[in-house]
């Protein structure tokens, strides 16, 4: 399994396409117009981001990037058993409107199985949170492999998820299989550094 791992890591960060870098606000991405997603997205996570006296209500308005044409895939994503997957999370842009808007651009998302999208990536999102509290965490999340498509516009689905952060510094990086069994373990199961 360890080499397993391994060889994983070295495969996401050897293999992160040239794609198209859009910044926004608080994040970037770097779009992969013939994926129809981001290869990866950044950031940095700061306790401001979180400890805003009043949070935003979560307005799941997905819409396309108005920097990049031809990005609206809410057909794309309807019955597909797919998530839109937020690489740049809501909750992290809850205390600034303008992060708000840009967080439900498709330029941000992939798809993700429910119980990737909705348990253990939600879980290591909410450690990386917890982490940001007190201290800045930069913040690198992507994508590897396909298992096909979705939609008419062939939105790749990600064979797997990868996120990578650093503070103090540490490294942390895990990488999670695109599949409803990834709840078998704990999201820290799918640190591999």
């Not at 794309?76 to 842009?93: I, L, N, R």
């Not at 913040?139 to 939609?151: E, F, N, R």
């Not at 650093?166 to 709840?183: A, F, L, R």
Request: charged residues 20%; glycine residues 4%.
């Amino acid at each position: 399994m360890k080499t397993l791992k391994l060889l994983l890591t070295l495969l996401i960060f050897a293999g992160i396409a040239t794609a198209q870098e859009v910044h926004h606000n608080d994040y970037i991405t770097y779009y992969n117009p013939v994926l129809h997603e981001p290869d990866s997205v950044h950031w940095l996570l700061t306790p401001a981001m979180l400890t805003c006296k009043v949070h935003l209500a979560r307005t799941n308005k997905f819409t396309a990037n108005p920097a990049i044409p031809n990005t609206k895939f809410n057909s794309d994503y309807e019955k597909s058993g797919y998530d839109q997957g937020h690489q740049f999370p809501a909750q992290d842009a809850s205390c600034n409107v303008t992060d708000e808007t840009e967080c439900f651009y498709f330029t941000n998302m992939v798809p993700q199985r429910p119980n990737l999208n909705r348990i253990t990536w939600k879980d290591l999102e909410v450690y990386t949170r917890k982490l940001a509290v007190t201290q800045i965490v930069s913040v690198t999340c992507g994508i590897k492999g396909s298992l096909g498509s979705i939609g008419k516009n062939k939105v790749v689905i990600p064979a797997y998820c990868w996120k990578r952060l650093q503070y103090s510094g540490k490294t942390e990086i895990y990488v999670m299989p695109n599949q409803d069994t990834v709840v078998r373990h704990l999201f820290t199961y799918y640190r591999v550094k």
